[in-house]
């Protein structure tokens, strides 16, 4: 049982270049997030997924995008990276909300991206 | 602003103190969470308290909730070195983009041996 995992755990890109970062999760969770952490800063969300072939805007989606073709994967694309999208990338995986409010999130390692 | 916000912004102190961090938040809420996160890692949950539970324990752990004020604490007891990482608390929240789970900016824990 793997968890949540994430590749790749690093990269640099220069300005313009894109990637593609994967975040796959066992768990069966049906929610996925994907989250950047700026230095001192707590977690800013970027994009999420409440199931299969669906997607939402977080709170910072511009220069980002998502899909989720497969309930355990969870893709996030740069197509033009900018030096302002060096950040760290995690990826989060729960069950769906319940009436007891969100649940547990399970957190990837992590990708550290440096924009050159 | 954030929906929840952690104090202090870093906290410092010897092994073998105790250690209380605070967050507190704007809106109602389902539950409030509080992670932990090792430098250079991902963040591992540690605790989730209802709104309708005042206070919740985990091992070196107690959380308590205060719905009144919009306000909740984490202690750890008898801190070892092991405990030295950000802590963070996360709520649910209706924010711009719907209804979210926001986490605050975290409280940096040193614990000097």
Redesign the interface.
Known sequence: NAG?TQTPKFRVLKTGQSMTLLCAQDMNHEYM?W?RQDP????R?IH?SVGEGTT????V?DGYNVSRLKKQNFLLGLESAAPSQTSVY?C?SSYRVRA???N???????TRLTVL | S?QGEEDPQALSIQEGENATMNCSYKTS???L?W?RQNS??????LI?I??NEREKHSGRLRVTLDTSKKSSSLLITASRAADTASY?C?T?AS????Q???????TRLSVLP
């Not at chain 1, 939402?56 to 709170?59: P, S, V």
């Not at chain 2, 250079?40 to 949950?45: E, F, T």
């Not at chain 2, 924010?95 to 719907?98: A, H, K, T």
């Open positions: 949540v997030y989250y001192g800063m707590g977690l969300l999420y939402a805007k977080g709170e989606p995690f989060a007891g409010g969100f547990e999130q399970f957190f990837g390692p992590g | 954030q809420i389902n539950n969470q992670y250079g890692r991902g963040l591992v949950h989730l209802r709104s963070f996360a649910d924010v711009d983009y719907g979210n789970f926001v986490f605050g900016p975290g």
